[in-house]
């Protein structure tokens, strides 16, 4: 069954390799270092894909659900970037837009990933997996829809900080970040710290770099491309990665 799993995992990854290799005639420049960076990221997030679905049998059943979620996470964006690589290597440039369509299932997936954590050891009430929810699709609309121009882009950035700041309230101040510093779970609350930390810190380094492109005037998109990358690779691996060793050490050894 696990040796299947593998094989299907292989397989796919194999699929959307060579489907991508076909679709593009230039290739990857040894010295394009943005490109590079697109690879790397990549290929760690298909790493972490695999091994979260294979250790997602590992852990205790409580735990399988947020464990899942942080290789879903990671799955997707597996495929965004295999996408924005291959354009990258294509045009030298690659729209911000792009990532918004990762981001629009994998923001609402960590976001609600505080309510799933927290569920994996006492019952939770599920008004908050709405609030989170609700909160995080608030933040991309209003973000898509300024970064598009469907709505004044200022006013876009307002509505996403806004939403963005009721996000992090809520799992430090409010139920959430209650009922987690009251768990009385040790793994838990350091797994609950480290994500929360990533949501505030990780997450602010995407509108720091926009804002530091809109202010000095047009945004250099191989700078902003690494940075984005990089943070990525933190934001969505590391993040699942605490996940995962909160389920372990709530997994009673045999
Ligand atoms: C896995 C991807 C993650 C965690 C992406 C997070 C993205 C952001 C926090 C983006 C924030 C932005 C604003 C706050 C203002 C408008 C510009 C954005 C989209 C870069």
Redesign the pocket.
């Known amino acids: 069954m696990k040796n299947f799993k593998v094989l299907t995992l292989a397989v796919l990854a194999m699929l959307s390799v060579s489907n991508a290799a076909h679709a593009e005639v230039p290739l990857l420049q040894t010295t394009d270092y943005v490109g590079i960076s697109f690879w790397i990221t990549s290929m760690g997030m298909l790493a972490a894909t695999v091994f979260f679905f294979l250790e997602k049998g590992n852990v205790t059943t409580a735990w399988r659900l947020p464990v899942t979620v942080a290789g879903l996470v990671t799955g997707i964006?597996f495929v965004n970037y295999m996408y924005m690589r291959g354009v990258w290597v294509q045009t030298a440039d690659t729209s911000?837009i792009y990532r918004y369509i990762g981001?629009l299932i994998?923001?609402p997936l960590?976001t609600v990933s505080f309510y799933l954590v927290l569920s994996a050891i006492r019952k939770v009430p599920i008004t908050m997996f709405w609030r989170l929810l609700v909160a995080a699709l608030v933040m991309l609309i209003s973000?898509y829809l300024?970064?598009t121009g469907m709505l004044q882009p200022f006013l876009g950035?307002m509505i996403?900080?806004a939403a963005?700041i009721y996000i992090i309230f809520e799992i430090f101040s409010g139920q959430a970040g209650q009922i987690a510093s009251r768990s009385g779970n040790k793994s838990l609350v350091a797994c609950f710290g480290t994500m929360r930390m990533i949501v505030a810190i990780?997450?602010a380094i995407?509108?720091l770099?926009?804002l530091f492109g809109y202010l000095t005037g047009g945004v250099d998109s191989n700078a902003l491309n690494i940075i984005y990358n990089l943070a990525?690779f933190i934001?969505?691996i590391a993040f699942g990665l605490v996940i995962w060793a909160a389920a372990m050490s709530n997994t009673s050894r045999r």
Do not use: S
């Open positions: 964006a911000t981001w994998t923001i960590q973000g300024g970064e950035f996403w900080v963005w990780g997450w995407y509108p770099g926009y990525d934001n969505k």
